[in-house]
């Protein structure tokens, strides 16, 4: 088993590899929710970048782990790289506008809708909606660091309930700021226990 997967990780290097620097790009407009634009760029080495508006200079960056970015992009070459329709059919509230993106050198190829049937695309918007909402965990933890210390407990326990569901993507993101926290008598003894635990349980990932 283990074997079998290993190659199928290898495989999908090797064609990554061939693909000569492709990236994916998703982004969710829905005026009135909280933020009401954000946008996520995964290149295939892993490196990715949220942005909440389009013109956004200083990005938070993340790196995805093999897994993951295998995932996605194994998600993106079941949908043909976004060359055909994924709208549904059927009359659904609205979900906020998406737009699946693939380029690779001159090759790009991209797809609108708001809700879809197909599993992999709902797949595919779940890997890149657990991005931003770990992003932006991220940015919360961040700032309360920073800003407000007695916030800091309500923005950890928030990861790790996240952490708990299997929410988080690219959860190594969290590591300097986890640290940070755990070494720094500055936050409460709770804080900094909880930090310490959160960033144990992100090195050593139960199997």
Known sequence: MKAARRL???LWAATAFAAGGARLFYSRTFPGSAPPYFEVRVEQSGDAEYREAADEE???KFKLSDDETGAVFGLAEKLDYFRHPLESP???AFMG???LRYENGNTKSEVKFNFSEDPAAQALVDWFERMAES?????DL???????????MKALTTLDSAMENHQVAAAAQFLPMLDRIANSETYM???RALAADLAGAIRNPQK
């Not at 961040?142 to 800091?152: C, F, P, Q, S």
Request: charged letters at 20%.
């Open 8 to 10: 199928c990780l290898f």
């Open 58 to 60: 200083l990005p938070l």
């Open 90 to 92: 059927a009359k659904v």
């Open 97 to 99: 506008n998406k737009l």
């Open 135 to 139: 992003a932006g965990m991220h940015i």
């Open 142 to 152: 961040e700032r309360a660091a920073k800003y407000d210390h007695l916030g800091v």
């Open 189 to 191: 003894h709770t804080a």
